[in-house]
């Protein structure tokens, strides 16, 4: 059974003050690992898809790293408007062809 | 450019009642997702489709049953709505899977339909 486990659930960070948050992954063939960022009331925003160990995305404050058994989303000097849930999902290659998603990790960032 | 729209935002039903979600998309997407959001459980699939007349049973499919006439819709029914089935659905589409990955590379989600069942 496909699983991805996203840690920590909740983090509150200062702004300014840089961390990372986890996605470790057990599924059959990845086929492709997506980051999305979700505010409240709203769908899914697309942020990165990683499709291979070593592979690196970077988009204003964001930097998503893929290894073989995990990813990471790094903030680097976050505002507050970073704040937000961020889903992690993985594709698998040995079942439907949607995602398997995390529960996500609650980000706060404060001023 | 809309994007992908979900139908109606709000519901709520009466345990037993009937309804049908709807979702379209105008991005000429071959693949269409049904998921629910639970709060502690994540987004979970339901239903998906990978081209038009096609559907597939995702992670949690039972009680729900959808349909893809036209390339562009894809429906979310239940016939006899139970108070588990509470919560916010979302719709997804995409292009096709390729060797080299997700065609686009990202699927695309629509803002989400809160149903209650009480």
């Known amino acids: 059974e496909d699983q991805v486990t996203q840690s920590p659930e909740a983090l509150r960070l200062q702004e300014g003050e840089s961390s990372s948050l986890n996605c470790s992954y057990t599924?059959?063939?990845?086929?492709?690992l997506f980051w999305y960022r979700q505010d409240p009331g709203k769908g899914p925003e697309f942020l990165f898809t990683?499709?291979?160990a070593g592979e690196e995305k970077e988009k204003e404050r964001l930097k998503a790293t893929l290894t073989k058994k995990e990813s990471f989303l790094h903030i680097t000097a976050p505002k507050p408007e970073d704040s937000a849930t961020y889903l992690c999902?993985?594709?698998?290659?040995?079942?439907?062809?949607?995602?398997?998603f995390g529960k996500g990790t609650h980000l706060i960032i404060q001023p | 450019n809309a994007g992908v729209t979900q139908t109606p935002k709000f519901r709520v039903l009466k345990t037993g009642q009937s309804m049908t979600l709807l979702c379209a998309q105008d991005?000429?997407?071959?693949?269409m997702y049904w998921y629910r959001q639970d709060p502690g459980m994540g987004l979970r699939l339901i239903h998906y489709?990978?081209?038009?007349?096609?559907?597939a049973k995702g992670e949690v499919p039972d009680g729900y049953n959808v349909s893809r006439l036209k390339k562009q819709n894809f429906l979310l029914g239940l016939e006899s709505a139970a108070p588990s089935q509470t919560s916010v659905y979302f719709c997804?589409?995409?292009?096709?899977?390729?060797?080299?990955?997700?065609?686009?590379?990202?699927?695309?989600f629509g803002e989400g339909s809160w149903l209650t069942v009480v």
């Open positions: 997804a589409s995409s292009y096709r899977w390729t060797l080299t990955g997700l065609s686009g590379n990202t699927i695309y």
């Open positions: 599924v059959s063939g990845l086929r492709g």
């Open positions: 990683l499709y291979s």
């Open positions: 999902a993985a594709a698998s290659g040995g079942g439907a062809d949607g995602l398997t």
């Open positions: 991005m000429n997407h071959e693949y």
């Open positions: 489709s990978v081209g038009e007349g096609t559907t």
